[in-house]
């Protein structure tokens, strides 16, 4: 069955147009909220959003959705996405929204949904959701009506569940951090969880206006945060994404961290010789070989830390990520969370007694190349006869000593081509080359 609505993460869209109207996501929490009642318990869902204009307009129409199908809504206002997921939980809920686009700027809102268990929907659950919102289901009698009520704890439920990830006794005194909250979803609740565990917090992104998330900071420009860094002489900076479920950490000189080296990180301490991180195709060769060192494997899924969960559950994993820095610690939540990661490498650097820039170095990357490239919605360039053999060209020029990773974007019509190898210039030459030819065909 094919997937109209929804991506590799939700529904995401333009605000206001396509998918991403009032009235998709009425039809959307209609299909939803029938696809998740079930028994004769009181029906709830909870929803959460991040800091943009339009969240408010598909927050008001979900719950109206939701209402006319009979599932009440608990309203956690601006939240982390994790939360969603481990407050739909802890709260008893048939099913958890969280409204955002994530790393996208304002103009750009999503949906996404987390099971009653707190993990991101399956497939084929999606697929059925889908089905309901061509085909609306029938509305509940008066009686039924859900009603929606505004949870005024939420903040602290979610800080007090993320300072338990580390020692109880481990402060974080005398250490200096900027934390760029992206003016987006952790704004409130990000500072206040360092600032009662001791660190000398410098906030930067936590003045939301509805329309600058993402604008010029968070985890997508670490800019301003590595200007702060060295300006305080900070001995870490943490640098969130709009809905805070990634994280790039910087040093203390503001060099960045990505997701791969917090992941190395993360495994050393955490796993055992003959265990695995999961990760995706998009993980460095570097971070590869550098477990392999250790004993460690590395299994790699498509791109979208829902795939890395699935993955993790299946093998019964409890590490796993990705590079742009969805960092997973099943032990402890179900999807990525920035604020519990960016808490981990923190007490790691109180514990060790190193400067970031040693500790956050942990492998050697592999010279890595990516290119976006835009292209035509409804065209397919990645299928042209032009460009499968470049693809083949680059692949034989690389042989074992590299890797192509050539995809489309499950959230904006770009193809993705990736590449590594050991000699940078090749890299560029092969790399360019295929990009130029996806270029041509639009």
């Given at each position: 069955?094919?997937?109209?609505?929804?991506?590799t993460d939700g529904v995401r869209g333009r605000a206001n147009q396509g998918n991403m109207t009032a009235e998709v996501a009425m039809r959307l929490g209609m299909a939803a909220?029938?696809?998740?009642?079930?028994?004769?318990?009181?029906?709830?869902?909870?929803?959460?959003?991040?800091?943009?204009?339009?969240?408010?307009?598909?927050?008001?129409?979900?719950?109206?959705?939701?209402?006319?199908?009979?599932?009440?809504?608990?309203?956690?206002?601006?939240?982390?996405?994790?939360?969603?997921?481990?407050?739909?939980?802890?709260?008893?809920?048939?099913?958890?929204?969280?409204?955002?686009?994530?790393?996208?700027?304002?103009?750009?809102?999503?949906?996404?949904?987390?099971?009653?268990?707190?993990?991101?929907?399956?497939?084929?659950?999606?697929?059925?959701?889908?089905?309901?919102?061509?085909?609306?289901?029938?509305?509940?009698?008066?009686?039924?009506?859900?009603?929606?009520?505004?949870?005024?704890?939420?903040?602290?439920?979610?800080?007090?569940?993320?300072?338990?990830?580390?020692?109880?006794?481990?402060?974080?005194?005398?250490?200096?951090?900027?934390?760029?909250?992206?003016?987006?979803?952790?704004?409130?609740?990000?500072?206040?969880?360092?600032?009662?565990?001791?660190?000398?917090?410098?906030?930067?992104?936590?003045?939301?206006?509805?329309?600058?998330?993402?604008?010029?900071?968070?985890?997508?420009?670490?800019?301003?945060?590595?200007?702060?860094?060295?300006?305080?002489?900070?001995?870490?900076?943490?640098?969130?994404?709009?809905?805070?479920?990634?994280?790039?950490?910087?040093?203390?000189?503001?060099?960045?961290?990505?997701?791969?080296?917090?992941?190395?990180?993360?495994?050393?301490?955490?796993?055992?010789?003959?265990?695995?991180?999961?990760?995706?195709?998009?993980?460095?060769?570097?971070?590869?070989?550098?477990?392999?060192?250790?004993?460690?494997?590395?299994?790699?899924?498509?791109?979208?830390?829902?795939?890395?969960?699935?993955?993790?559950?299946?093998?019964?994993?409890?590490?796993?990520?990705?590079?742009?820095?969805?960092?997973?610690?099943?032990?402890?939540?179900?999807?990525?969370?920035?604020?519990?990661?960016?808490?981990?490498?923190?007490?790691?650097?109180?514990?060790?007694?190193?400067?970031?820039?040693?500790?956050?170095?942990?492998?050697?990357?592999?010279?890595?190349?990516?290119?976006?490239?835009?292209?035509?919605?409804?065209?397919?360039?990645?299928?042209?006869?032009?460009?499968?053999?470049?693809?083949?060209?680059?692949?034989?020029?690389?042989?074992?000593?590299?890797?192509?990773?050539?995809?489309?974007?499950?959230?904006?019509?770009?193809?993705?081509?990736?590449?590594?190898?050991?000699?940078?210039?090749?890299?560029?030459?092969?790399?360019?080359?295929?990009?130029?030819?996806?270029?041509?065909?639009?």
């Amino acid at each position: 069955m094919s997937r109209k609505l929804f991506g590799t993460d939700g529904v995401r869209g333009r605000a206001n147009q396509g998918n991403m109207t009032a009235e998709v996501a009425m039809r959307l929490g209609m299909a939803a909220g029938t696809y998740f009642r079930s028994g004769d318990h009181a029906h709830q869902v909870v929803i959460s959003k991040d800091t943009r204009r339009s969240g408010y307009m598909l927050e008001t129409a979900m719950t109206a959705g939701f209402a006319a199908v009979g599932m009440s809504t608990l309203m956690l206002g601006p939240l982390p996405t994790p939360a969603v997921g481990m407050l739909t939980r802890s709260m008893r809920a048939d099913l958890g929204v969280m409204i955002s686009a994530s790393h996208n700027a304002y103009e750009d809102n999503g949906i996404k949904f987390f099971g009653p268990d707190g993990f991101k929907l399956s497939d084929e659950a999606e697929q059925k959701i889908e089905a309901l919102v061509e085909n609306l289901p029938p509305l509940v009698p008066p009686r039924e009506i859900g009603r929606s009520t505004r949870v005024v704890d939420g903040i602290g439920r979610y800080a007090e569940f993320v300072k338990t990830t580390i020692p109880r006794d481990l402060r974080l005194n005398g250490l200096r951090v900027v934390l760029d909250c992206a003016n987006g979803a952790a704004y409130r609740v990000a500072p206040q969880v360092l600032w009662e565990l001791g660190a000398e917090v410098i906030p930067i992104g936590v003045n939301p206006d509805g329309f600058n998330i993402n604008l010029g900071c968070g985890s997508t420009d670490t800019r301003a945060a590595a200007k702060a860094v060295v300006e305080y002489r900070a001995d870490i900076g943490l640098c969130l994404d709009g809905d805070a479920d990634r994280i790039i950490v910087l040093d203390e000189n503001g060099n960045i961290a990505d997701g791969d080296q917090i992941m190395g990180l993360i495994a050393k301490q955490r796993l055992k010789r003959g265990d695995a991180l999961v990760s995706t195709v998009m993980s460095n060769l570097g971070l590869e070989r550098h477990l392999a060192e250790h004993g460690i494997g590395l299994t790699r899924t498509k791109v979208g830390d829902r795939y890395v969960v699935e993955e993790m559950r299946a093998s019964n994993r409890s590490v796993g990520g990705e590079q742009s820095g969805h960092i997973v610690l099943l032990d402890h939540v179900t999807t990525g969370d920035g604020l519990l990661s960016g808490l981990q490498i923190l007490a790691a650097l109180i514990e060790s007694k190193q400067p970031a820039s040693k500790l956050l170095r942990v492998f050697e990357p592999v010279p890595q190349l990516l290119e976006n490239v835009r292209f035509v919605a409804g065209t397919d360039p990645l299928n042209t006869d032009r460009v499968k053999d470049i693809i083949a060209e680059g692949e034989k020029t690389f042989g074992d000593r590299g890797r192509l990773v050539i995809r489309a974007s499950g959230t904006e019509p770009l193809i993705r081509v990736m590449g590594e190898h050991e000699d940078a210039k090749l890299l560029h030459r092969v790399v360019t080359d295929i990009a130029t030819a996806v270029k041509s065909t639009s």
